[in-house]
Nanobody
């Protein structure tokens, strides 16, 4: 079993930056990838970014490419999401997720989820 704990959400003005962190505990060594999804009010959950633990290969949603950077620290079983150039449309609850394999942008590939952290971007 794996437990994910997120931190770092908050409120920021448009153009600002935030960094999210997600620490995995338990059988984290079994994980193949860790990433982030988000869900805005009234909208479906969407993929944001993910990083593979082997080789640090990253994947991003088109909507965040060039603004968000995902990175991982395997020694700490932690993944980070550095968000810059934030826009009001980035407002959502951000969820950390972990998988043992599968399609990176497909939520069904992820077996473990954090509790979510709110990110609010004001114009």
């Amino acid at each position: 079993q794996v437990r994910l704990v997120e931190s770092g959400g908050g409120s920021v003005q448009a153009g600002g930056s935030l960094r999210l962190s997600c620490a995995a505990s338990g059988r984290a060594f079994t994980l193949a990838a860790m990433g982030w999804f988000r869900q805005a009010p009234g909208k479906e959950r969407e993929f944001v970014a993910t990083v593979k633990r082997s080789g640090s290969i990253t994947y991003y949603a088109d909507s965040v490419k060039g603004r968000f950077t995902i990175s991982g620290d395997n020694a700490k079983n932690t993944v980070y999401l550095q968000m810059s150039g934030l826009k009001p449309e980035d407002t959502a609850v951000y969820y950390c997720a972990a998988s043992r394999g599968g399609i990176p942008a497909d939520g069904s590939s992820y077996s473990y989820w954090g509790q979510g952290t709110q990110v609010t971007v004001s114009s």
